[in-house]
């Protein structure tokens, strides 16, 4: 079993900045991939960036240039820094760890952006 343990949510203004971290534990021979998907009450949930152990990476548009993924692989963490925030950006996070060919999704953190 994986657990995921996220961290890094909470509140700021339009213009600020938040780094949100996900540490994946337990019993893990690969992971295949790690990344953050976000919802909104009403909406579906939405990929908001991933990286594959190969190293590709993928972003939601309306994210490019302002957030960027990474992840430590000594720590089985993935990382997202989020810069120049903007009140859409207000949802749910939810990190999502694919690890021996399985999904795992963490509990989410709540980022709220104010104008």
């Known amino acids: 079993q994986v657990q995921l343990v996220e961290s890094g949510g909470g509140l700021v203004q339009a213009g600020g900045s938040l780094r949100l971290s996900c540490a994946a534990s337990?019993?893990?021979?690969?992971?295949?991939?790690m990344g953050w998907y976000r919802q909104v009450p009403g909406k579906q949930r939405e990929l908001v960036a991933f990286?594959?152990?190969?190293?590709?990476?993928n972003y939601l548009d309306s994210v490019k240039g302002r957030f960027t993924i990474s992840r430590d692989n000594a720590k089985n963490t993935v990382y997202l820094q989020m810069n120049s925030l903007k009140p859409e950006d207000t949802a749910v996070y939810y990190c999502?760890?694919?690890?021996?060919?399985?999904?795992?999704w963490g509990k989410g953190t709540l980022v709220t952006v104010s104008s």
């Open positions: 999502k760890v694919v690890a021996d060919i399985v999904d795992y």
């Open positions: 337990g019993t893990i021979f690969s992971i295949n991939g």
């Open positions: 990286i594959t152990s190969g190293g590709w990476i």
